[in-house]
């Protein structure tokens, strides 16, 4: 059987990257003629197919949008799929709104390995794009260079050069902490990968930044890993009896319950000896006790929001740059209590 032909065989053939061959076979900026040439030239000689998306995109609308995940965030272990599973159901009630139809297309490590095209993108003819959830940026680089409009949602890009909309994880993961300190706790460990997604990185950070507004010490041994590099759970490794803090913070609501269900097999009670706060409020926790303090995000003015960007986008109008920031709500659970004080009191 004959080999299915990628842009990235066409890239490796001519010593170019994929986004350069992907603007060239779109007739994008950013290539010059010659090399617009001469990437299309060696493209029909390797029997490179057009689809017929590429041939007809711009001919009117479909008036269907693409959604695109990771592959990782579908698996059972991995800590985000619950959450991102009723975002997607946000958006399609939003994009139904508009009378849009919704395609959802994981991203598989073959995909990304290869730099192939997603096929809402190259067979399919979307009107616009939504990425839900981190995904590298060589991928993001490539799907850019498309031409499709997209939106990010829930993380965003250093650059800005697409626009995103992402919950208030700073302040809210500050509200989180600077309550357990009102509750008189002085001693935390933050639980996340901080490097993993720019979510955690923003939560670590409104952690951080209540820990310096009440002047209280932190150091690196008190951030636990809570996931690879695959982004799936890893076992949490917590602190030695003598070093064990009186209130965890977390980067999510799973990570939360995985780590009470771990601190009650070592013997603790949440939340009479360790108090313990979550992130995102979705169902996992209306099933698992004891019922956490956490942030609410607002999935639907999230989505709203994303989607009403991207139909913004697809009219061709006006720019639309930077990140949308929407705020969630502090929920007072059963996971946290007055620290005790020397005789045990609260």
Same mark, same amino acid.
């Given at each position: 059987?004959?080999?299915?032909?990628?842009?990235? $065989?066409?890239?490796?053939?001519?010593?170019?990257?994929?986004? @350069?061959?992907?603007?060239?076979?779109?007739?994008?900026?950013?290539?010059?003629?010659?090399?617009?040439?001469?990437?299309?030239?060696?493209? =029909?000689?390797?029997?490179?197919?057009?689809?017929?998306?590429?041939? @007809?995109?711009?001919?009117?609308?479909?008036?269907?949008?693409?959604?695109?995940? =990771?592959?990782?965030?579908?698996?059972?272990?991995?800590?985000? +799929?619950?959450?991102?599973?009723?975002?997607?159901?946000?958006?399609?009630?939003?994009? &139904?709104?508009?009378?849009? &139809?919704?395609? +959802?297309?994981?991203?598989?490590?073959?995909?990304?390995?290869?730099?192939?095209?997603?096929?809402?993108? &190259?067979?399919?003819?979307?009107?616009?794009?939504?990425?839900? *959830?981190?995904?590298?940026?060589?991928?993001?680089?490539?799907?850019?260079?498309? /031409?499709?409009?997209?939106?990010?949602?829930?993380?965003?890009?250093?650059?800005? =050069?697409?626009?995103?909309?992402?919950?208030?994880?700073?302040?809210?993961?500050?509200?989180?902490?600077?309550?357990?300190?009102?509750? /008189?706790?002085?001693?935390?460990?933050?639980?996340? &990968?901080? $490097?993993?997604?720019?979510? #955690?990185?923003?939560?670590?950070?409104?952690?951080?930044?209540?820990?310096?507004?009440?002047?209280?010490?932190?150091?690196?041994?008190?951030?636990?890993?809570?996931?690879?590099?695959?982004?799936?759970?890893?076992?949490? !490794?917590?602190?030695?009896? @003598?070093?064990?803090?009186?209130?965890?913070?977390?980067?999510?609501?799973?990570?939360?319950?995985?780590?009470?269900?771990?601190?009650?097999?070592?013997?603790?009670?949440?939340? =009479?000896?360790?108090?313990?706060? *979550?992130? $995102?409020?979705?169902?996992?926790?209306?099933?698992?006790?004891?019922?956490?303090?956490?942030?609410?995000?607002?999935?639907?003015?999230?989505?709203?929001?994303?989607?009403?960007?991207? #139909?913004? !986008?697809?009219?061709?109008?006006?720019?639309?740059?930077?990140?949308?920031?929407?705020?969630?709500?502090?929920?007072?659970?059963?996971? @946290?209590?007055?620290?005790? $004080?020397?005789?045990?009191?609260?």
């Amino acid at each position: 059987m004959a080999k299915n032909i990628t842009m990235r $065989d066409i890239a490796v053939k001519v010593g170019v990257s994929t986004v @350069t061959v992907s603007k060239a076979l779109g007739d994008k900026d950013g290539v010059g003629s010659e090399l617009r040439t001469l990437i299309k030239e060696t493209a =029909e000689e390797m029997g490179y197919h057009y689809s017929q998306a590429e041939k @007809t995109f711009r001919k009117g609308r479909s008036y269907s949008i693409g959604v695109l995940m =990771e592959e990782h965030f579908t698996d059972h272990n991995s800590t985000v +799929l619950p959450f991102y599973m009723r975002m997607y159901h946000s958006l399609v009630v939003q994009l &139904s709104r508009f009378h849009y &139809s919704v395609l +959802l297309e994981m991203i598989t490590a073959q995909m990304l390995e290869k730099m192939q095209m997603p096929n809402v993108i &190259s067979e399919l003819r979307m009107d616009g794009l939504v990425i839900l *959830g981190k995904v590298q940026e060589n991928y993001l680089a490539l799907i850019r260079a498309s /031409g499709v409009p997209v939106v990010y949602l829930d993380f965003y890009d250093c650059h800005m =050069e697409v626009p995103s909309v992402i919950s208030d994880n700073v302040y809210g993961s500050y509200i989180l902490t600077d309550y357990l300190i009102g509750l /008189g706790h002085r001693k935390f460990s933050f639980v996340g &990968s901080v $490097d993993a997604t720019p979510s #955690i990185m923003d939560r670590y950070l409104g952690y951080y930044r209540a820990l310096l507004a009440h002047d209280l010490p932190h150091s690196e041994k008190n951030i636990i890993p809570d996931r690879g590099e695959d982004g799936l759970n890893t076992p949490l !490794l917590l602190p030695e009896k @003598t070093d064990m803090p009186t209130a965890f913070v977390c980067n999510c609501d799973e990570t939360a319950y995985i780590l009470i269900e771990k601190l009650n097999g070592m013997g603790y009670r949440v939340p =009479e000896d360790i108090s313990v706060v *979550g992130f $995102d409020n979705y169902a996992l926790g209306a099933y698992s006790l004891p019922k956490l303090t956490t942030i609410e995000v607002d999935m639907d003015e999230m989505s709203r929001q994303a989607v009403e960007t991207l #139909i913004r !986008l697809m009219k061709g109008g006006e720019q639309v740059h930077g990140r949308k920031v929407i705020g969630g709500r502090l929920i007072i659970g059963e996971s @946290t209590a007055r620290v005790r $004080d020397e005789n045990g009191n609260r």
